[in-house]
């Protein structure tokens, strides 16, 4: 990006992605930042049965890779580096990337997604990437016929937890309630596979290992009794936050940490949108951050055209 941009948009999941087909087709020049780390959600799916179009299951993999191939062909640049800074006081904006390089744009639309939240233990830092992760489809490989945790209760923790049980001998299934918040139809799934443990009430108060995780110390709300229990790896999988780091005392927050859009998309800084996961209260999925994608291209191209 030697010039100035018509539309930086930064993130290059199903938002971004679908808000540069967006941008291209209404005539602007069009830059998408795409950091590898932490990826795109939709990564860390194998199967994903509710994106239209696909009356099969389409892994996460094939379906961004597709929306990448979109996007390029429609002509948006695709550069694969991290925006570490975002100047969105003045115009044109100012976007500067992990390589040191800085760019300039006229727009900008911030869809980078959400990312784990963590439990907030020091030993989950300690043993990241040797036997704690927040990936299934990424990393259950490595726990073949071995015992792993789940710690959480969404739809996400469901999920993961039938995903490993398909390759480890033994899955604990963590939860701090009583009840699950993931749908029924996935409740109904976890209770019918064999190795599969539910511990409720119960939160991760410790990992301990060597070289790797070895055990951890699971403490139940209600009685206040801790217990250790073996595992060879922790998935945790306690829902995202938004990842609005780059905006940080910028753009007006919602109180739920998202960013405030309007119905486009726009912030509450003229120029700047917001599309996905990082703007969305509700319904975090990829056929909704896809559409916001597009509302946000189309709010970018009309405000370019009151310049
Ligand atoms: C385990 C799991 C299963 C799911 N299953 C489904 C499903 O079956 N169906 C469904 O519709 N949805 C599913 N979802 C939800 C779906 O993946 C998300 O709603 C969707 O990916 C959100 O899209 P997004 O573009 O907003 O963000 P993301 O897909 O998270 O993409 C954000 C992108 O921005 C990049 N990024 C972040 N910060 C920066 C930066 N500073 N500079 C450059 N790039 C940056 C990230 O690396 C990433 O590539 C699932 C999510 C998870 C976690």
Redesign the pocket.
């Known amino acids: 990006m030697n010039e100035i941009t018509d539309a930086a948009i ?7 992605l679908t808000a540069a087909v967006y941008a291209r087709r209404a005539g602007l020049s069009t830059t998408v ?10 990564l ?2 194998e199967s ?4 239209p179009g696909f009356p099969e299951p389409v892994s ?1 993999y094939d379906l961004l890779d597709n929306m990448q191939k979109q996007a390029s062909g429609a002509g948006a640049e695709i550069i694969e ?4 800074e975002a100047e969105l006081k003045k115009t044109p904006f100012s976007l500067k990337t992990d390589s040191g390089k800085n760019f300039m744009a006229r727009t900008v639309i911030i ?4 990312v784990p939240r963590s439990l907030g233990l020091d030993s989950e830092k300690k043993f990241a990437g040797k036997g704690v992760s927040s990936c299934a489809v990424c990393d259950g490989f490595f726990f073949r016929g071995k015992t792993v945790t789940v710690a959480g209760g969404g739809d ?1 923790a469901l ?2 937890a039938l995903y490993l049980a398909k390759i480890a001998a033994k899955v604990y299934l963590v939860h701090r309630r009583n009840e699950f918040r993931g749908t029924e139809s996935l409740q109904k799934r976890i209770h019918a596979v064999a190795n599969i443990e539910t511990i409720m009430n119960s939160v991760i108060t410790e990992i301990d290992g060597g070289k790797k995780v070895e055990s951890i110390a699971i403490k139940n709300n209600v009685t206040g009794e801790t217990r250790m229990i073996k595992t060879d790896g922790v998935f945790i999988a306690a829902g ?1 936050r938004p ?1 609005t780091g ?1 905006v940080a005392g910028q753009l007006q927050l919602d109180s739920t940490g998202i960013i405030s859009v309007d119905a486009q998309g726009r912030t509450s800084v003229p120029g700047v949108f917001a ?4 703007a969305e209260p509700v319904c ?4 909704t ?1 896809a559409a916001s994608g597009a509302r946000a291209a189309l709010a970018a191209a009309d405000y370019l055209k009151t310049l």
Do not use: C, H, M, W
């Open positions: 930064i993130g290059g999941g199903p938002a971004g930042f795409s950091s590898p780390e932490p990826g795109s959600q939709l860390k799916t994903i049965e509710n994106y996460g580096e991290t925006v570490i869809a980078t997604g959400a996400t999920g993961e995202q990842a780059i599309a996905g996961d990082v975090r999925q990829a056929v951050a």
